[in-house]
């Protein structure tokens, strides 16, 4: 038990300090114009071409050792995503307390942030669902097809892909769980079947509930609202 327990806080420690990062991506993009071009400038790129990008990510990657290049080019991956975003969704109303990176670079969000994020199977999921005044659906066989082509690629395969993948579900209004996303990224190299099945079931798991709701909705109609002959 007290394994299990030791386990689990250096995974909420950790997406604490993921939060705090894409947080902080989130609001420097906001409230800083050239801060936001220089970090989307790393959009498909390769680490070795986004020079522009250090001074930002850099203080953020983990301390206590070498970082794996494939962890490295995760928070810089996301960054640029964040980034690539329109301005206007970048929406948090006040600067944070305690987005900085502290001298370890492990600086915690003030809010607490929950254990795990959403994935991306569920945003692909909710972007087919007309829902939160949204004008725009993603079509379900879209949805599927883009969902099932990120689940076979390797590293650099998924690299390649997200950003087309992410920009369109930012286009639909579709949140994405930034944090969360790092996390899967950065795991992908040797979790990557773990995580694709994550997020396949993440999806149907949504997509059924979201079919028994509207199939609950359309059968309280018909018995509010029956038909003439009836």
Do not use: K
Request: charge should be neutral; proline fraction near 8%.
């Amino acid at each position: 038990m007290t394994t299990h327990t030791v386990a689990d806080d250096a995974t909420a420690a950790r997406r604490q300090r993921l939060v705090a990062y894409t947080r902080w991506v989130e609001q420097i993009c906001r409230d800083d114009p050239g801060a936001r071009t220089a970090l989307r400038s790393g959009l498909r790129r390769h680490l070795d071409d986004v020079p522009r990008m250090h001074r930002f990510v850099a203080p953020w990657l983990p301390h206590g050792g070498p970082v794996p290049e494939s962890e490295q080019r995760a928070y810089y991956a996301v960054a640029a995503m964040i980034a690539a975003q329109p301005r206007s969704t970048h929406t948090s109303p006040q600067p944070e307390v305690g987005l900085e990176p502290d001298a370890d670079s492990q600086a915690a969000p003030q809010r607490p942030a929950p254990r795990y994020g959403t994935s991306l199977g569920l945003a692909f999921a909710l972007a087919v669902t007309a829902s939160g005044g949204r004008e725009r659906e993603m079509r379900e066989s879209t949805a599927e097809t883009r969902l099932n082509l990120l689940t076979r690629q390797s590293i650099n395969g998924l690299h390649r892909h997200l950003p087309a993948a992410v920009g369109y579900l930012r286009e639909v209004g579709v949140p994405i769980d930034w944090a969360q996303l790092l996390s899967d990224l950065t795991a992908w190299p040797v979790h990557s079947g773990r995580i694709s099945r994550r997020w396949l079931q993440d999806y149907y798991r949504q997509r059924s509930q979201t079919l028994r709701e509207q199939a609950d909705r359309a059968d309280q109609d018909e018995a509010e609202n029956p038909s003439p002959g009836t």
